[in-house]
């Protein structure tokens, strides 16, 4: 049970801070007492969503999992940002109690002809490819998250725009 008297789950740094990312980010607690390396991965975070503030505040939200009840934990559920006219997206990908590691999710309103640069912001360089947005939305990006409550962010970015 957790201090609110409901059902609790202890997670990662990461899965909160990336949980709470496409809404109002803030942190409550004694942050102060985390582990350094805690701190160090929050500000990590914080400097993350500093840069895409405004990108994310000014997005619209496409659901790429169904909505389901508050108290159903179970899955995966994923996101898509996106700015008008920006020609970037970022999804947010959540593992939630999931036995499975790996899972397909398929972009929404992406430029058909256009070429995107597909980029993981944990690893930029090491796992880039270069995609159409026919192709991304028909054919989907495969997501692995290798443990349960843990979560990514996926960047697609217009080519001409990731200079």
Known sequence: MGAIWERSTITSVDFCARVAMPGMLGFSGDIASLPEEARERLRGHIAFFKEWREFIAGSVAHLLTPPRPKEDRTGWAALQLQRPGAGTSLLFVY???????????????????????????????????????????????????PTRYSATIICLREEEKAR
């Open 95 to 145: 593992r939630l109690d999931d036995a499975t590691d790996r899972r397909w999710f398929y972009p929404r309103a992406l430029e058909p002809e256009r070429l995107y640069v597909v980029s993981d912001v944990d690893q930029p360089a090491e796992r880039s490819s270069h995609r159409s947005g026919a192709e991304l939305m028909r054919e989907g990006l495969e997501v692995t998250l």
